[in-house]
């Protein structure tokens, strides 16, 4: 298959693709350098589209990308020792809550004290390099890790992830369960979102229905239960009791990865989020993996590209793993 360098997806083969057609992509003619010396982080703000045209990137610190997705298109990239592209969906911490630019992670919290959180979904990365040099930086979309306290909670709570189509966050009312799978019968009605098949189920809980499915949130519950779902993407949110799933078709193919972009995915699923009265059994799930495409004429240096999913806090699931690619052009 010339053209594939790598692909990355937990336990996935390599899956087929179309090269970029036509003319390699062009800088518009830009003659602008931008020298990454100092942690950056780009946002809409900063190119409207998200979309990037550059003569030259040089990346010597780190360069967070948020929110997505991302598309830009460089001729020459090069890599610092301490440079990195970022586009990680960000962790569940002691404080805090997540920008609306990812599919965000549940937020448990009680005034016992008690907080869990969950990891967000990585986002969408798709660079155009002429030519890569200096150092072989890595360019990731990983999902953000769940984070928990043990502080005892007054009563059960659970939060549901944020899938990546939906507007949902924290969620407590039902699980959109858009893959055309009427699971939750009492509290929603189910139907097919168009991509269901490329995103990952959000992680279960020890009840069905409560995952998140089709790219939709997942769903928690305070009565009586700890139970919560992550929310579905590329790579699907862990909820508190299960990892998140890979898609049906476990690689996209780039061209159905170019589709999700287009229609506004977020990336990865974000992890659910509970709080038990015993604080031992509060746990957070991690975020599901984006993915990173990359297309390079000349690899003078190899970049790294990676999109695991989360790491869980304590009980919690992880999230999945999303999708990689870097691909030659002749």
């Known amino acids: 298959m010339p053209g594939l360098i790598s692909s990355l997806a937990a336990g996935a083969t390599a899956a087929s693709y ?11 003619n830009v003659t602008t350098d931008v020298t990454i010396a100092t942690p950056t982080t780009w946002t809409e703000a900063d190119y409207p589209g998200r979309i990037v045209c550059l003569d030259r990137l040089d990346v010597d610190d780190v360069l967070t990308l948020r929110g997505g997705p991302w598309f830009i298109f460089v001729d020459t990239c090069d890599g610092g020792v301490s440079g990195a592209i970022n586009g990680d969906g960000p962790s569940g911490a002691a404080s805090g809550t ?6 965000r992670g549940a937020l448990a919290t009680d005034a016992a004290p008690a907080r869990a959180q969950g990891g967000c979904g990585g986002v969408m990365i798709f660079m155009c390099v002429r030519e890569f040099t200096g150092e072989d930086i890595p360019i990731s979309a990983n999902g953000g890790a769940g984070y928990r306290d043990t502080g005892n909670a007054g009563a059960l709570k659970a939060r549901g992830g944020q899938g990546a189509f939906s507007p949902t966050a924290d969620n407590a009312s039902a699980a959109e369960e858009w893959d055309g799978t009427l699971v939750n019968t009492d509290t929603f009605k189910a139907y097919l979102h168009p991509f269901a098949q490329l995103l990952g189920m959000g992680g279960g809980a020890s009840v069905t229905g409560f995952r998140g499915r089709g790219g939709g949130s997942g769903f928690g519950n305070d009565a009586g239960s ?3 779902g992550g929310g579905s993407g590329i790579g699907g949110g862990g909820a508190n009791v299960a990892a998140g799933a890979l898609p049906v078709v476990s690689e996209p193919s780039v061209g159905a990865l170019l589709d999700l972009a287009l229609a506004g995915c977020l990336g990865g699923g974000g992890g659910s989020a509970a709080l038990h009265s015993t604080g031992a059994n509060n746990a957070a799930g991690g975020g599901g993996g984006g993915c990173v495409v990359v297309w390079a004429k000349t690899l003078t240096a190899t970049p790294t590209l990676s999109a695991n999913g989360g790491a869980a806090a304590a009980a919690g699931g992880a999230g999945a793993a999303g999708v990689t690619y870097l691909i030659d052009i002749p």
């Open 226 to 228: 700890q139970n919560s």
């Open 98 to 103: 997540f920008n609306a630019d990812y599919a």
């Open 18 to 28: 179309t090269p970029f057609p036509g003319p390699f992509p062009h800088n518009r």
